[in-house]
């Protein structure tokens, strides 16, 4: 029994609950993090979101049961294992978009909408686009957009359009990413028919998609550091003069917030390293949880962003 409700759980993929986190960059970067009734609000829109994306995981393993089987880490997968079958993945999926659209409704209609959106994407990307190139990574990237328009729909506080561009340019990295992991993987795999695995993977070549990681690794860079510049935090603000001679405050009311570019550009290297020599990168939530100098990246530019917006205030 136990062991079953483990692959339950396994079924979920709460490990892929983390990229939600996303719901939250609206009230951080407006300096209302700790506005202790917002924050509820984003945790249980948090919280919908993580039900969400857990019932278009099951639909994705439904449909892909037999090319999960032929691949040689999907097959693991509790539904192409066969430990769960495709009726008790049904039911699963039904309640948990029964609960993701109680809470959702609770939360706000905009949400709601939006979770809606989010639903019908990974259906279409599962049934359509998941089979046409460039169109794959696309609906990957957009999957993370949405979870930052459903944190601003909760909150009512919209984030800066530079950030947002940099949100789409660093999930577009992270898909294509993905998809270079996947292609080196499945290619020192013998045996193994990339067409059948997925049929994408067989007309992207590793220069093209080289090309697409240096693209968009530079504009997550680029874009983050134009957010950062003209960022205005408006947080609690202490300020540094009651640390400092007062001479030295006017010198340094710059733009703290750019610090953070620092760690930002480690991650990017990181994992563009994980992907290269490494040849990991399929699952980029595993990835993060793995590579202690990359999630010490980003724990570092988590805290840097937190005490600048909230205590220095630029």
């Known amino acids: 029994m136990i062991r079953h409700l483990y692959y339950i759980l396994k079924l979920l993929r709460p490990r892929q609950w983390i990229k939600n986190i996303a719901l939250f960059a609206g009230i951080t970067f407006a300096g209302q993090l700790f506005n202790v009734e917002l924050f509820y609000q984003v945790v249980s829109g948090f919280v919908a979101f993580c039900l969400f994306a857990s019932a278009t995981y099951i639909f994705n393993d439904i449909l892909d049961v037999k090319k999960d089987r032929l691949h040689p880490l999907k097959r693991l997968r509790p539904i192409?294992?066969?430990?769960?079958?495709?009726?008790?993945?049904?039911?699963?999926?039904?309640?948990?978009?029964?609960?993701?659209?109680?809470?959702?409704?609770?939360?706000?209609?905009?949400f709601t909408v939006i979770g809606i959106a989010y639903i019908v994407l990974q259906i279409l990307y599962s049934t359509i686009f998941k089979?046409?190139?460039?169109?794959?990574i696309l609906?990957?990237?957009?999957?993370?957009?949405?979870?930052?328009?459903?944190?601003?729909?909760?909150?009512?506080?919209?984030t800066s359009i530079w950030l947002l561009l940099t949100?789409?340019?660093?999930?577009?990295?992270?898909?294509?990413?993905?998809?270079?992991?996947?292609?080196?993987?499945?290619?020192?795999?013998k045996g193994a028919k990339i067409d059948e695995v997925?049929?994408?993977?067989?007309?992207?070549?590793?220069?093209?998609?080289?090309?697409?990681?240096?693209?968009?690794?530079?504009?997550?860079?680029?874009?983050?550091?134009?957010?950062?510049?003209?960022?205005?935090?408006?947080?609690?603000?202490?300020?540094?003069?009651?640390?400092?001679?007062?001479?030295?405050?006017?010198?340094?009311?710059?733009?703290?917030?750019?610090?953070?570019?620092?760690?930002?550009?480690?991650?990017?290297?990181?994992?563009?390293?994980?992907?290269?020599?490494?040849?990991?990168g399929e699952s980029p939530d595993k990835v993060l949880l793995t590579d202690r100098p990359l999630l010490a990246s980003v724990i570092i530019w988590g805290f840097l962003v937190i005490f600048i917006i909230y205590f220095i205030g630029g």
Not at 80 to 91: C, H, K, L, W, Y
């Open 198 to 280: 997925r049929k994408t993977l067989s007309h992207y070549s590793e220069p093209l998609l080289d090309s697409f990681s240096t693209i968009f690794a530079t504009s997550t860079f680029v874009f983050y550091g134009l957010f950062t510049f003209l960022a205005t935090p408006r947080g609690i603000g202490i300020g540094l003069d009651i640390l400092l001679p007062e001479y030295l405050p006017t010198y340094f009311n710059r733009k703290w917030l750019m610090i953070t570019i620092l760690p930002v550009i480690y991650g990017v290297m990181r994992y563009l390293q994980d992907i290269y020599e490494k040849k990991e």
């Open 80 to 110: 192409a294992s066969g430990i769960i079958s495709v009726p008790e993945a049904i039911a699963i999926l039904a309640v948990m978009l029964f609960f993701a659209f109680f809470i959702a409704l609770n939360t706000s209609y905009l």
């Open 139 to 158: 609906f990957i990237a957009t999957g993370y957009i949405l979870r930052i328009l459903a944190g601003e729909a909760i909150s009512s506080f919209h």
């Open 131 to 136: 089979s046409i190139t460039i169109f794959d």
């Open 167 to 189: 949100a789409v340019s660093l999930s577009l990295f992270l898909a294509v990413g993905k998809r270079r992991s996947e292609l080196t993987l499945l290619q020192n795999v």
